[in-house]
Every structure is written in structure tokens, then in C-alpha cells.
């Protein structure tokens, strides 16, 4: 199967596509899938490329989280890619687990999607009738829905040049295979650019604390700035308080240590 052949499953079947499952099963083991159809994608290895255009890191939907953790291309462009692959599940989630598949998952906890928000990556999306490119600070609308269509494919995600001291953290019950409590990726540059995972219903990025940063304010100003800026909840994994505390000591460590 071609992705073109992909491309009209969608359209004329409306399909789900299915990649690596790492999440879709577990989905359909706890019944929170409502009824539907899947096309398998796993095969098309013309989505598994990593390569550079221009100043511009392009890499395939369908990049496992072991090749990311392996290329040269992004060790060297977004090493904190690289650092968020290596704690997302164990070998066998890395091996199977793709960018594309944590894109479309839409999990506010999303390990790699900090990453893309803090870079200012485009999602590349494909149908029939052509291509479109959707900042990642865009693309989601809600919790778990996004702008793409039903008979559109993630089919790349571009990561332009990233100047600045790049810098990652998980806070989780353990340091992998466990969901994320609290996710947060940050660029240190004249303008900082910080995103964090599980204190709202998306991936987020924080502008008043950025602009607050950029324009000269104390690191303790700038994390009230964020404790307000964030509306975490409670839930069985932790509190919103613990996230909201948490938050605000992590952008102190970001300012230390970059």
C-alpha cells in the first residue's frame, strides 16, 4: 500500500489509521473507542525518513521513537527529542511507539509534543486534494481533538532551526513507563519559549511567562507569572496543586541551568 492509496481509504471508507497501536490498544481494551473501522499504515516506510531541507529538520509520521533516539539529525538539531524519546515507555513502546502516532494521540501528558510546541514545529498534513502545514501551537483544539480532518494523514512533522540552550524534564511515578505528571520542554533564547504537558487540556505553551522572561523579569516573578497562567486539575495521578508547584519549581531549574 502507497500513502496515496492510504489517502482514499480515508476519504471513500473513513477509516482510522492504525501505526504503531501503542496507545489504540489500550483504547480498545478499556472501551473507550467508539465503534469503528482501522486501515493499517504500519507498512509505508516512505514516512520513516529523516532528513534536513534547508535549515528545516523533516521527519516522517511514522519515525519510531528508537530512530529518533538513534539519528544523528536530531541529536544534533532538537537533542531534547531525543532525551523525551528515551523516557517515553520501555524499549518495546520505543521500537513500535511513532512522533506521528503521539501527535494524533492528542494526550495532554504527551511526552514528544512539549517538544514540538517549545521548537515551533509544523504538523504536515496529506489528503487527496493536497498538502497543508499546521503550527503544533495550532493544531489542537480541545482534549484530544485537533484541526485535521477525517481524510487527512500526519504524514511529517518540520522542526525548524533551534537557536538556544534546549531543555527537557518528565516528572512521573518513575522515570519511564509511567504517564507523565508533570511535562515540560523550554528553549532559552531572547525570547524564551517553554510548553508543559498535564496542567491543561492540551500541550500548552505559556506566553505571559515567555513575555515575562523576555522582558527582564526575576525567575521568582516569572513562576507566579505561571502558577497563574496554568490551570492543572486533580485527578488519580496527582493534584492540581502538586502540578501548579511543581510547574513553577521546574521553570526556576530551566533559568539555573541554562
Known sequence: MSVDEALRILRDEQRTPLAGATDVYVALNFGTFAPRKFVDIWALDELRTISMRDDTLVIGALTSYTSLIQSHL??????????????????????????????????????????????????????????????????????????????????????????????????????????????????????????????????????????????????DEAAEILGTEIVPIDDMRSTADYRRRVSMNLLRRFWLET
Open 74 to 219: 536530531v541529536r544534533d538539531h532538537v537533542p531534547m527529542l531525543v532525551e523525551a524519546s528515551r523516557l517515553v515507555g520501555g524499549v518495546q513502546i520505543q521500537n513500535r511507539g511513532t512522533l506521528g502516532g503521539n501527535i494524533a494521540n492528542g494526550s495532554p501528558a504527551a511526552d514528544g509534543v512539549p517538544v514540538l510546541a517549545a521548537t515551533d514545529a509544523s504538523v504536515v498534513l496529506r489528503s487527496m486534494d493536497g498538502e497543508r502545514r499546521v503550527s503544533i501551537n495550532d493544531y489542537y483544539t480541545g482534549y484530544r481533538t485537533t484541526v485535521m480532518r477525517p481524510d487527512e494523514l500526519i504524514v511529517a512533522i518540520e522542526i525548524p532551526r533551534v537557536e538556544g540552550n534546549q531543555w527537557f524534564r518528565k516528572v512521573g511515578t518513575r522515570a519511564a513507563q509511567a504517564i507523565s505528571k508533570i511535562v515540560i520542554a523550554a528553549v532559552r533564547a531572547p525570547s524564551p519559549r517553554i510548553a508543559l504537558g498535564s496542567v491543561a487540556p492540551t500541550v500548552i505553551r505559556v506566553p505571559r511567562t515567555e513575555a515575562a522572561l523576555a522582558g527582564g523579569a526575576s525567575i
